[in-house]
């Protein structure tokens, strides 16, 4: 006669919550935004992370982003430090979404080889996202088309959207990131 034994059997149950996305209303006055190469994004590309991601290697490669760094002020060390640039979805006359990394245009002067985007008085959904980078953004965007838009009561102004980047700590590991939709009240 044979007896089979088992072993115990465990059962592990993890419960984990959403990620923390945070939410207010922002009004701003009438400012510039500037930048290079803005380019036409392909309407099946639209807000897409993958498309976005080689078009901001290539804004690297070929120096457009130290030049916007510097024209904002910003001093280029990349031995120390990567200031990260705002991505900035705008429509043109035709209604064509273009994007282009840019910055807060600065008071002085600026070479007539930038892009200048003027930004009229807004109201501001602003939705920030603290957690590692590359992954904030993504959250933010499926946060606001898949609940927050239904739910909100308000309605999405398309004519330009805006996405801020910066890092959270000293080690450039943790990110503070932020979508800016303008809204109508």
Avoid at 72 to 80: L, M, Q, R, S, T
Wanted: glycine share 6%; aromatic share 16%; net charge negative.
């Amino acid at each position: 006669m044979s007896i089979r034994i088992y072993p115990p059997i465990y059962l592990n149950i993890t419960l984990k919550g959403n990620d923390i996305i945070n939410f207010r209303i922002v009004k701003t006055e009438p400012y510039d935004l500037f930048g290079k190469n803005d380019i036409i994004v392909p309407i099946e590309h639209k807000y897409a992370l993958d498309f976005i991601k080689k078009y901001g290697d290539m804004v690297v490669e070929n120096g457009s982003h130290a030049a916007i760094n510097i024209a904002a002020g910003y001093p280029v060390d990349n031995k120390h430090s990567f200031h990260l640039l705002h991505g900035i979805y705008f429509k043109d006359k035709d209604d064509r979404t273009h994007f282009m990394y840019g910055w807060e245009k600065p008071a002085y002067e600026i070479e007539d080889s930038f892009t200048v985007i003027n930004v009229p008085k807004t109201t501001w959904a602003v939705f920030t996202y603290y957690g590692e980078h590359m992954e904030g953004l993504p959250k933010i965007w499926s946060y606001i088309y898949t609940s927050w838009l239904y739910t909100s009561g308000y309605n999405i102004e398309d004519y330009i959207i805006i996405e801020k980047e910066s890092w959270h700590d000293d080690a450039q590991k943790v990110i503070c990131a932020e979508v800016w939709v303008p809204i109508k009240i």
